[in-house]
């Protein structure tokens, strides 16, 4: 072949491959494969803005709060009153009279009981100098206060400096309160069987255990064990893969902790002693030790009260997990999963605007209820809302 048949020979020869290969390519383009399904488009949400509003100021410590039927704002200072919030002002209910506040201690959570309007019951968590105990009593009508003072439980333990005194109740989805507490500072507590203290409780209105909890040895109102110093709980709207939502959980100097809502052992032991350089979930001595769904990891940010966000309006913020940060000053939200096992990302929000913030809490008009705890009249409650 001459060298002239040869060059005709390898242009038409490209020719050949360039159009099959344009060819290919507008075939890809407009057939899709027989067996590819297009999927429905994702859509979205945007995140609220918010808006803040000033409830109430000119407090010392507000621990906790919860709303009536008629959606009046009740609340605790940890120095001993319950009072409500009437016209823009303070208006003390009751002051708890045998209050032992201590550092961490004195009159904490607080709830007001789903059937308030039969049976007119209201919950509060306090220590006293023997113990920190869980009273109800009833609200009477109009400015008539409390009467009949339960004590529905007694003999938490309590450190006399008030260290380690948290104490927060919750009514579940399952009709049920629910109690989380702290370990008092003494390292055997938490895995003790028959002290309540560094366990969530779960019992009935009269103090009494529910089925679901621990069997023998435990004492019968205990749910799970292996807890430092529990801050907060939090439910899902129902039980999800197994857990009715989460408990919030002080670390020493690291590993703060959001727990499962599930029964069983979380692995803090700091014993001899109460030795805090122990990890705060110990799966080597203990193989059922149940892992957090979140840590802080080296540093502590101080997470305390937690509530999950509901309503519509609250956007890409529904069904998060809304925590008060009491060292780092802030409301941190938590996207999880659709199983509520996993957190997907964080948030914060009001970093640094209010100081330490105990609590969080969804009010009955959708709107988000934070409480400050920096003491010196300088304490507040604010309503967060979207707008």
């Known amino acids: 072949m001459s060298k002239r048949e040869k060059l005709i020979f390898m242009v038409l020869f490209g020719a050949i491959i360039a159009g099959g290969f344009f060819y290919y390519v507008r075939i890809q383009k407009t057939v899709a494969p027989a067996n590819t399904q297009t999927g429905p488009a994702i859509t979205r949400v945007s995140a609220p803005e918010l808006s803040s509003q000033l409830e109430l100021d000119g407090l010392n410590n507000v621990w ?9 704002a009740i609340f605790t200072e940890r120095a001993g009153t319950i009072s409500k919030i009437k016209n823009g002002r303070k208006v003390t209910l009751h002051t708890v009279s045998d209050i ?4 961490e201690g004195g009159l904490m959570g607080f709830v007001v009981d789903p059937d308030f309007a039969d049976n007119r019951f209201i919950y509060a968590c306090y220590s006293t100098a023997e113990d920190v105990r869980i009273s109800r009593w009833k609200l009477g009508n109009e400015e008539a206060g409390f009467t009949e003072q339960t004590e529905i439980v007694t003999g938490i333990p309590v450190n006399p400096s008030g260290r380690h005194s948290g104490c927060r109740p919750r009514f579940g989805p399952d009709g049920n309160l629910w109690i989380g507490t702290g370990d008092a500072a003494v ?6 069987p028959k002290n309540l203290g560094g366990k969530i409780l779960r019992i009935d209105r009269e103090g009494s255990p529910v089925e ?23 439910f899902f709207a129902s039980l999800k893969a197994g857990s009715f939502g989460f408990s919030i959980e002080h670390g020493p100097d690291r590993d703060d902790e959001i727990n499962q809502l599930l029964s069983g ?11 805090e350089r122990v990890p705060m979930t110990d799966t080597r001595n203990y193989s059922d030790a149940i892992n957090a769904a979140w840590t802080s990891g080296n540093s502590t940010i101080a997470p305390s009260g937690a509530v999950i966000i509901s309503g519509s309006k609250w956007k890409a913020y529904e069904n998060q997990l809304a925590v008060a940060v ?17 957190v997907l990302g964080e948030r914060r929000l009001f970093v640094g605007e ?15 209820y934070i409480t400050t705890d920096n003491g010196n009249n300088d304490d507040q409650i604010i309503k967060i809302t979207p707008r």
Do not use: C
């Not at 009491?326 to 996993?342: I, P, T, W």
């Open 354 to 368: 209010y100081g330490r913030i105990r609590s969080v809490v969804m009010g009955p008009d959708e709107g988000m």
């Open 187 to 192: 390292g055997e507590n938490p895995q003790d």
């Open 326 to 342: 009491l060292k780092d000053e802030h409301v941190r939200l938590y996207e999880l999963d659709a199983s509520g096992k996993k």
């Open 64 to 72: 906790d709060i919860g709303f009536l039927p008629d959606n009046t």
């Open 100 to 103: 032992y506040a201590r550092g």
């Open 212 to 234: 679901g909890n621990l069997g023998e040895p435990f004492d019968q109102r205990i749910y799970s064990y292996g807890h430092r110093n529990t801050q907060g709980i939090a």
């Open 265 to 275: 052992n979380f692995g803090w032991d700091p014993v001899p002693g109460y030795n």
